[in-house]
């Protein structure tokens, strides 16, 4: 009885946040869009310039959807964005812990860190093709950095944040300091971490796509400046939307995990 009054709350809930005022407004602001982009184009506003009206990149984009060479592009596009972004979180996390709770730490790597922070990523990219030994290696490094830097700094913006009276309560309740770690620390430092991860995401969606224009033959990326370089705009406009569907994609399934992992956050 429970599981279906449950299941019937879910349904329920799902129901209204499709059919929300929330959702309709964007739908609505998606066709007002799209029916001002169709009449800008056909009339030659200065302001569209060339490019193509909707009609044209639907049209473009019907010859797309049962091309094998569009989905390998979104494919190429994800096993390096997933490839790097996972790796720097598996250094960027623990480095970030360590730097956020041991003063030495800091104090040693902090200083090399932030004076390699400014440095963009697509700087990398010349010393990346150079360094390692094939194009895939050297765009999974630059994604990698993107999505590094990002999440170390949040994780020490975190963990330097926590209010000392927790800390000191733990200690006086006489909690070691790996329960500190695990029971207080860790916890606090949780939203940092699913921020970082999330705008990392953004950054290595940026930083993939310049480095396939400029340095691979695959991927959104190289798709995008392809269509640039044979003069097929309605791809451009393709190419562009999918980078930016994936990136959103991308965002909100961290997004997703990370409103898991940090129930006491939910306001709704």
Not at 34 to 61: F, M
Not at 154 to 166: E, F, T
Not at 247 to 265: F, N
Request: charged share 10%; aromatic share 12%; proline share 6%.
């Amino acid at each position: 009885m429970a599981t279906a009054s449950s299941q019937q709350f879910n349904w329920v809930k799902f129901r209204k946040s499709v059919f929300s005022l929330t959702t309709g407004r964007g739908i609505a602001s998606i066709i007002i869009f799209t029916i001002l982009w169709e009449i800008c184009s056909r009339l030659g506003v200065p302001i569209i310039g060339n490019v193509p009206p909707p009609s044209a990149v639907l049209a473009a984009l019907g010859k797309q959807l049962v091309s094998p060479a569009y989905w390998m592009s979104w494919l190429d596009s994800f096993v390096r964005i997933l490839t790097g972004f996972a790796i720097a979180q598996v250094l960027g996390i623990p480095l970030g812990l360590l730097l956020g709770v041991n003063r030495t730490a800091r104090e040693l790597i902090y200083p090399i860190f932030e004076i390699m922070r400014p440095i963009p990523p697509l700087a990398w990219v010349p010393i990346a093709v150079i360094f390692w030994p094939t194009t895939e290696l050297s765009m999974m490094f630059v994604t990698f950095l993107g999505a590094f830097f990002t999440v170390v700094l949040n994780i020490v913006g975190g963990a330097s944040s926590i209010d000392l009276r927790y800390i000191r309560a733990a200690h006086s309740l006489g909690s070691s300091r790996s329960d500190i770690f695990w029971r207080v620390m860790l916890p606090a430092t949780l939203p940092s971490i699913v921020v970082g991860m999330t705008v990392g995401m953004g950054i290595t969606w940026a930083v993939v796509v310049a480095a396939e224009m400029i340095a691979s033959r695959s991927g959104l990326g190289f798709l995008t400046w392809r269509a640039y370089v044979a003069g097929e705009y309605p791809l451009i406009i393709i190419g562009m939307m999918s980078i930016g569907i994936a990136g959103y994609v991308s965002s909100a399934l961290i997004r997703m995990i990370g409103s898991r992992l940090t129930p006491w956050l939910r306001t709704f």
